[in-house]
């Protein structure tokens, strides 16, 4: 019974760990943000937003319409001119939603002392709004782009994938033996008896 606990639990992991990077890896080369269910996970890398982010924090978002957006909020979209043409942005909104010609515009700008206000951006350029930081995440995260952590996650794939090919493997055996002795089944034996010497008759 623990052994098909442990079998099922680790086909899951196995299953879930695949799924997550084909994802990445799909969403990556369409150019997007790996979105689960409408909550994104991003890495801040400026100081821009400090001291409300630090350089390093893993954040959640969540996806939303534009009237959820307001200002004071945090949010994360896409810049798509400037040095920072292609980045993901953090920022806080200071002011929007402006609906203008079938579009809706927010301006953000950084937390940090002295920053000046982004150039406005168009709600479709938006990723999420800023939930929560994520320090567990954030350690585990920077723990795997380790070339340790890397070698880690890859070593437990490979053995959730042997564990699971030996496991299938013992199993076609067993059907398989299972089979032959079902088709092909194994002579009884016959059982000695004694036979029982022949009666003589005198005349």
Do not use: W
């Not at 269910?37 to 801040?44: A, D, E, K, L, N």
């Not at 999420?128 to 585990?140: A, M, N």
């Amino acid at each position: 019974m623990v052994k098909k606990i442990f079998r099922i639990a680790t086909t899951v992991l196995l299953v879930i760990l695949i799924a997550i990077v084909i994802m990445v890896f799909i969403t990556r080369m369409n150019g997007k943000s790996p979105s689960i269910f409408g909550y994104t996970v991003f890495r801040v890398q400026t100081d821009s937003m400090v001291p409300t982010l630090q350089v390093g924090d893993v954040i959640l978002d969540k996806h939303v319409d534009a009237d959820q957006i307001k200002v004071g909020d945090i949010i994360t979209y896409n810049c798509l001119k400037g040095e920072l043409k292609g980045q993901t942005i953090t920022h806080r909104v200071i002011s929007g939603p402006d609906y203008r010609d079938g579009e809706c515009y927010f301006t953000t700008m950084g937390d940090k002392e002295g920053a000046r206000a982004d150039d406005e951006i168009t709600y479709s350029q938006i990723e999420g709004k800023y939930l929560q930081t994520l320090p567990i995440v954030d350690k585990l995260y920077t723990f795997f782009l380790s070339p340790v952590g890397l070698i880690v996650f890859i070593g437990v794939i490979v053995i959730l994938f042997a564990y699971e090919m030996i496991s299938l493997i013992i199993a076609y055996k067993s059907v398989d033996e299972h089979d032959d002795d079902y088709y092909e089944p194994k002579p009884k034996k016959e059982s000695k008896k004694r036979k029982k010497p022949k009666k003589t008759h005198l005349n």
